[in-house]
C-alpha cells in the first residue's frame, strides 16, 4: 500500500465513523458492539420500542426550537457543527505545529505513525487482521474502558 493510498484510507476512515456518530434518521447497527449495544434486552434481536428512544433524544437534539418539528434549518445546523467537530478531529490528528494546515510533511509524519501503531509485529507492514485489531482498540476509551460510539 502506497503513501498516498493509505492517506486516502485514513481521510476515508475519518469520515465514516463521524457520519455515522452524526446520523440524522434511525438507522439499524452495522457492527456487532453497536448491535449488542442497542439491543438493550439482550435478546438477539433489536426492537422498535429498542430504536425508538434513541431515535427519540437525536430527534429532540435537532428541535433547537423545541417546537416538535425539525426543520432543514435546523437539520444544516447540526450538520455544519458536525463539520466542525470533524474538521477539529482531523487537524488535531495531521495538523503538528498547530499552524492550522496539514502539510505534506506533516501527512507523510501521521501515515508513518499510523503504521507504526498499528504494526503489531513489527514487519514495516499492517495486515487486514492488523488493521481491524488497532482499529477495535482505538474505539475503546483507555481511560474507562468505555467504547466510543
Not at 465514516?16 to 438507522?27: G, L, N, S
Not at 467537530?85 to 505534506?104: C, E, F, H, P, T
Request: charged fraction near 30%; glycine fraction near 6%; hydrophobic fraction near 40%.
Amino acid at each position: 500500500m502506497n503513501r498516498l493510498t493509505l492517506a486516502l484510507a485514513i481521510f476515508g476512515s475519518m469520515a465514516v465513523v463521524p457520519a455515522t456518530a452524526f446520523a440524522m434518521e434511525p438507522y439499524l447497527p452495522k457492527t456487532a458492539k453497536s448491535f449488542t449495544k442497542a439491543d438493550t434486552d439482550a435478546n438477539g434481536k433489536i426492537t422498535t420500542a429498542e430504536l425508538a428512544p434513541r431515535a427519540e433524544k437525536r430527534f429532540e437534539s435537532l428541535d433547537a426550537d423545541r417546537n416538535g418539528q425539525v426543520t432543514a434549518a435546523e437539520i444544516d445546523t447540526a450538520l455544519q457543527k458536525a463539520m466542525a467537530l470533524r474538521r477539529d478531529r482531523i487537524l488535531a490528528a495531521l495538523d503538528g505545529n498547530k499552524d492550522g494546515q496539514v502539510s505534506r510533511a506533516e501527512l507523510d509524519s501521521s501515515v508513518d505513525r499510523l503504521v507504526a501503531a498499528a504494526d503489531a509485529d513489527h514487519d514495516g507492514g499492517v495486515s487486514l487482521q492488523e488493521a481491524r485489531k488497532y482499529r477495535v482498540a482505538k474505539a475503546v476509551k483507555p481511560a474507562t474502558g468505555e467504547t466510543s460510539n
